[in-house]
């Protein structure tokens, strides 16, 4: 069977523990998670996590039913890339007196749309937002080139090409159901 990168959106309440409950459901699925990423959602009081896997659609579909059952858990999701708007971000160091060798950095910054976030007389700090491939190129580009002191990428962080928040659906219909039965 084809491996796909799936990503899961996951919704919950912010619970100490969690995080450890869910990676238990991968490493017990022998399921390496690429990446992951946790933050508030657009919902108060709601945060969302954001964990990418390369597998199958059977295995992701089991994984996100497990999820789902836990009681601490709202709702999990899963989604390919055509669903999603997805950006990593990531941060390259780099010594100063080995950029200024390669002349301007005029183009660098243009061609890759980077930013400088901090520069001294000691080094550079980069930073690019995109896809993996992006970041990935970059990164590739300045090891040749000036080579790289640090690296650093996030997880991917992704939202749905919908409307809102999927959760929202969930919790418009809940609210609807108790909202009749009164």
Do not use: C, W
Request: charged letters at 25%; glycine letters at 6%; hydrophobic letters at 40%.
């Amino acid at each position: 069977m084809e491996k796909t990168l799936y990503t899961i959106t996951i919704f919950s309440e912010n619970t100490v523990g969690l995080l450890g409950q869910i990676t238990i459901i991968f490493t017990r699925r022998g399921i390496n998670i690429e990446t992951l990423s946790v933050s508030p959602s657009a919902l108060k009081g709601i945060h969302k996590f954001t964990v990418t896997i390369l597998t199958t659609l059977d295995v992701v579909e089991k994984v996100v039913q497990q999820i789902d059952k836990r009681v601490d858990i709202l709702k999990a999701y899963f989604n390919t890339d055509e669903g999603l708007v997805s950006q990593e971000i990531a941060l390259y160091k780099v010594a100063t007196d080995k950029l200024l060798e390669m002349g301007s950095i005029e183009l660098l910054i243009r061609q890759h749309q980077i930013h400088i976030l901090e520069m001294n007389s000691t080094f550079v700090v980069f930073e690019k937002t995109g896809h993996y491939e992006e970041t990935q190129q970059l990164f590739e580009e300045l090891s040749e080139t000036v080579g790289v002191l640090q690296f650093i990428r996030s997880g991917r962080i992704a939202i749905t090409r919908s409307k809102v928040e999927t959760l929202t659906d969930l919790l418009d219909n809940i609210q609807a159901k108790y909202g009749q039965a009164e």
